[in-house]
């Protein structure tokens, strides 16, 4: 165990969107979701497995395992769980060491995120999300302010009061475990809900067929109508939120969207409605509880910005904080300042202006990248804002590549492609040639704080939108001049920057300002379809070669496709991995792959029956690496003829980034 005046705490949030988070002292030295270094989203991080963003984090700081203070473990799952053993961890080597270790609720790991980063010297703190710790890992003063009258149930719903290291739980309400979705009433197709984050998730899942898409939810929205009641969502019974199988019963297609579609609309448009009304409810109630006029606030639904305008506009609370990482990867930041208050009684309060505790790749590395990087070309920059600026006032689309990477979920200017919001077709070529995703869904405007009352209906509510977690109105004479960011309701979901906290992106947005006389860019996060964002710049320069991304902007560095390069059809893909490299587990079902990654290596399971009839495929000699893509898909297509283009450039893309494959040039 290690000893200084600046304790070194490991903070871990074992959920989907699994994260860890290192302390020195109370500065964030380093945080990351371990999807961003698997390349596989919402990957999990097991508290008693090695894991890469643990690796990523100890590496940043310089460290060892053996050189932590503290190990503080917020998991979603029961603690008692194997998987949640901190001392099973050969990486870790707790007992070994002699590290103390630390565990919170998942609620109180989300509030003590919140909180930690807010700036505040008190506040209310407010957490939802779909289902968070059960009761038997509570603290016993959370126990003491739960409502309602289930033995074994999970979160949803928590309200603390924090001054200083102190968190004080004031209400919480709880569900049966593992009855945030339920099983589709008799004769539905849409599962029912126990809790806010539920009811959500139950509308993506019947519209979009995946529970995971919430997000989708809330684009989708505005194009209907709320014929639905929030009545038939839920009733409110003695502070207590009781679901009903009402709005579920209502649903008895398997369509999927865009079937369906006027039906799905309304559907959105309800849902978020009955959330908007819940959640005014709610923090009425936290007014109730607490005289704090600061309000921090966490939990997957806090990522719906949307609601999160209402509430910053329609309450009275002075202030308003939502964290960045508000779902399942703050909690990782919110364990290691639990452990560090334990270890040093002492918090001071520090407000984080921008979510950047990433790895900051320089000039080398990045040359490093190019080098090792088939079909790109680059020409080297001393001023990647001002040509980057000309690329985007040409109509280009760029990923731009900055500084540390983001722990949450939003790309805000260090992982993001950008393009310029004033062409009226903008929208749609992204999503066809880059992001491949719903056009319903709207893009970002990024713009100086000091403009954002020229272009947006603030009714005297302060501006600042740092984390992309607000919604506001454009202003209607400005709306035809950014139609590319304009969502159907005439809102845009905002980031604002200023040159003091965000540097060269602020300054790129104002040098395109001074080309077009809009100081606005659309901004998106710098990833491949069905992939998480992007970490290395490695990573970037993929992106860039596969999709229609025009130039990917380094700092020193403007990278392009070589002339003739169409796609990753042109390459010769290989094996990254050897013979020795693959085996099947013991159950027999599916493979396991040995990886090496830039944090050390992983041992990466495949399990879907289409990604491994093509893999066996590829392992039994049609990938030689001396033959093209695109001859290796056509063959692949006669042993499989519903395989697709599309489906194989995504599986191409997906087992590259899992580091499974790589690319050359030539033979």
Known sequence: MASSSKPWVLGL?????????????????????????????????????????????????GIGPADLDMVALCAQSGLELPENDLAANPMLNINGHGTPTLTLSHHAGHAVSAFATSGFDEAAVLVIDGMGSPTADLSGDEQSVVI?????????????????????????????????????????????????????????????????????????????????????????????????????????SPERWPNRKKAYEDLAASVQNALEHALLYLVGRVRELSSSRNLAYAGGVALNSVANERIIRETDFDRVYVIPAAEDSGPAIGAAYHGLWHLTGEYTPRAYERDAFGTVYGKQEIAAAISRTPSVVSKETSDCVNDAADLLADGKIIAWFSGPSELGPRALGQRSILCDPRQPDAKEKLNARVKHREGFRPFAPVI????????????????????????????????????????????????????EVNGPYYELVRAFGDRTGVPILLNTSLNVMGEPIVETPEDALWCLLLTQLDACVFDGAVVTKK??????????????????????????????????????????????????????????GLMDGNTRARTIFERLQKHHSDFTETYLNRLFAQLRRWRVISFRDAP
Not at 13 to 19: I, K, P, T, V
Not at 26 to 54: H, M, N, W
Not at 456 to 485: C, T
Request: charged share 20%; aromatic share 10%; with cysteine.
């Open 448 to 499: 100086p704080i000091e403009e954002a009352a020229n272009w947006f209906e603030l009714d005297g509510v302060d501006p600042s939108s740092p984390f992309m977690l607000r919604v506001m109105d454009f202003r209607e004479a400005r709306r035809n001049l950014v139609p590319a960011v304009v969502h159907v309701d005439g809102t845009g979901r905002v980031q604002t920057v200023t040159r």
């Open 13 to 61: 949030s074992a959920s989907h969107n699994g994260a860890a988070c290192l302390l020195h002292g109370d500065t964030i030295v380093a945080a990351v979701q371990e999807e961003r270094l698997v390349g596989k989203k919402r990957a999990r991080l097991f508290a008693s497995r090695p894991s890469l963003a643990i690796q990523y984090c100890l590496t940043q700081g």
């Open 148 to 252: 309602d009258t289930c033995v074994a149930g999970g979160e949803t719903n928590s309200i603390y009061h924090a001054r200083g290291t102190a968190l004080n739980p004031l209400e919480k309400h709880m569900i049966d475990q593992g009855r945030w979705l339920n099983a589709p009433p008799p004769g539905s197709t849409m599962p029912g809900f126990g809790s806010l984050g539920g009811m959500f998730s139950a509308a993506a899942s019947q519209i979009f067929g995946d529970s995971m898409d919430a997000g989708k939810v809330m684009g989708l929205a505005p194009y209907g109508t709320p014929t639905i009641a929030p009545g038939e969502f839920f009733e409110i019974r003695d502070g207590r939120f009781v679901f009903s199988d009402k709005v579920p019963g209502r649903f008895a």
């Open 563 to 620: 002339p003739g390069y169409e796609s990753l059809q042109d390459l010769y893909p290989f094996f990254a991995v050897g013979p020795g490299d693959i085996r099947r587990p013991p159950s027999g079902d599916g493979l396991l792959f040995a990886v090496t990654t830039p944090w050390g290596p992983y041992v990466f399971g495949l399990r879907d029956a289409e990604t491994l009839a093509a893999l066996e495929l590829l392992l039994g």
